[in-house]
């Protein structure tokens, strides 16, 4: 919520065990990513509602999101936890584990589907998601307190790792002046030395909203929720 990504399903309410959509993700997505423009309609037949146009566009050309099939994305279909982790793994670039021995650890890692296992592999190997009730639970809805939780650790863990690359510096040349006034010397003067000048070194550093839907969702930092 401080950052802007989620919403309530009203004022007071944050309805923590709701369901979240698939639409729903996608838009999150779409504002962590800034917002960036749609040059493109979404190829899916079954979209209709605006909230959530260009997030779904944006997501279908950034390859985050691939559909459910004949041409159809299913915006109010309800996102399970592996659709999820899946969707935010390949928005970070379809990273490779460090370490994928993780899954092993959970009794059901067997029920993960074979599109879903590298995403599960990375995110338990980034303390992404930890299981819930010691399951991986992969075709379980994700709630909306679970989505909020997972999408508010990978967006720190995001910013974190965000590298900062500073501008090359740059040296202003000294003016040299084209002709020299002639001066007049004593007879018995010592000639005197000019010392360049240097132009001191900068160092240039460079300083590095979709209308809101009816329901969306709220981050709550929440420490006791398994995901």
């Not at 550093?205 to 709550?220: A, G, K, M």
């Amino acid at each position: 919520y401080e950052n802007g990504l989620m919403q309530g399903i009203s004022a007071t309410k944050f309805n923590p065990e709701g369901t979240s959509t698939r639409a729903q993700v996608a838009t999150v997505l779409y504002r962590i990513a800034g917002s960036p423009p749609a040059y493109e309609k979404a190829s899916f037949a079954d979209l209709k509602a605006d909230w959530y146009m260009n997030a779904v566009a944006w997501a279908e050309d950034a390859e985050v999101v691939n559909g459910v099939g004949n041409d159809k994305f299913a915006p109010d279909g309800l996102v399970t936890r592996e659709q999820l982790l899946t969707m935010i793994w390949r928005y970070a670039g379809s990273p490779k584990a460090e370490n994928t021995d993780g899954m092993a650890k959970f009794p059901d890692a067997a029920k993960v589907s074979d599109y879903a296992k590298e995403a599960f592999a990375w995110g338990i190997a980034s303390g992404i998601i930890n299981g819930k009730d010691g399951k991986l639970d992969p075709a379980g809805d994700a709630t909306r307190a679970e989505f909020a939780k997972i999408i508010s650790v990978y967006d720190s863990m995001n910013k974190q790792e965000a590298p900062t690359e500073p501008l090359p510096t740059e040296t202003e040349p000294t003016e040299t002046p084209s002709e020299t006034e002639p001066t007049e010397t004593p007879s018995e003067t010592e000639p005197t030395a000019t010392e360049p000048t240097e132009e001191p070194t900068e160092e240039l550093t460079e300083t590095p909203t979709e209308p809101n839907e009816p329901e969306d969702i709220v981050i709550f930092h929440t420490n006791d929720v398994h995901t």
